[in-house]
């Protein structure tokens, strides 16, 4: 996910560019101050670099943006445009991500048809003060109650990525693991490599 406090003199389109270099899968454009037309245009050059390394694209919380420039999907949370809703502005063929932080919220969520969930925050993070902290063994009991691939998200490292192994987690998602490292592309293949290892335990 993307978060303009790590620019640091850098363009987002650099920086992002750097992630898929460095192997990223998924890219999520969070944007929380923008104006309708600068979002736009943003996040149309961004879905443009994606599709040229053939990484999906998908837009938070925003359903008119993701719309208006025929995003891959769209992401949303608890108190956002609630998951049966945005399917049925999106339709079918596109991604619709939903946050979840109990099983209940998890299994809601692919009734009404999302097609990953994100769940945590897993550790501390400074990105979203209004976090509620998810156990292991919650994040355990969400991937054994739904069938959709669960993204474990929160505060998650280099260093702690491993903790998460034998959850049931298909994937994590990071920002400052990434965006806020000096060498963004190295960074990212570092974090793939210890995610696929931590998968695979």
């Known amino acids: ?9 850098e363009t987002l389109y650099s920086q992002v560019e750097n ?7 998924f890219m999520q454009l969070r944007e929380k101050a923008l104006d309708y037309d600068n979002f736009l245009a943003e996040a149309k050059d961004l879905q443009r670099l994606c599709r040229s390394y053939r990484v999906p694209f998908v837009i938070n919380d925003n359903v008119d943006i993701a719309l208006a ?4 999907g769209v992401h949303v ?3 956002d445009m609630e998951a049966g809703d945005v399917r049925a502005k999106l339709g079918p063929g596109k991604i ?18 999302a097609d990953y969930l994100g769940v ?11 976090a509620i902290p998810v156990s292991h063994e919650t994040l355990t009991a969400i991937c054994d109650a739904v069938s959709i691939p669960v993204i474990a998200i929160g505060g998650i490292t280099l260093s702690n990525a491993g903790e998460l192994a034998g959850s049931g987690i298909c994937g994590i998602a990071v920002i400052s693991a990434i965006f806020g490292q000096p060498d963004i592309e190295a960074a990212t293949a570092w974090l793939l490599e210890a995610t696929r290892e931590m998968i695979g335990k």
């Open 120 to 130: 945590g925050t897993v550790f501390p993070t400074r990105s979203k003060d209004d």
């Open 69 to 72: 420039m025929d995003a891959d």
């Open 96 to 113: 619709l991500g939903v946050s979840a932080e109990t099983v209940e919220e998890a299994v809601l969520a692919e009734k009404r048809g």
């Open 77 to 79: 949370g608890q108190n």
């Open 19 to 25: 992630t898929l270099r460095g192997g990223a899968t």
């Open 1 to 9: 996910m993307t978060d303009r406090h790590w620019l640091h003199g």
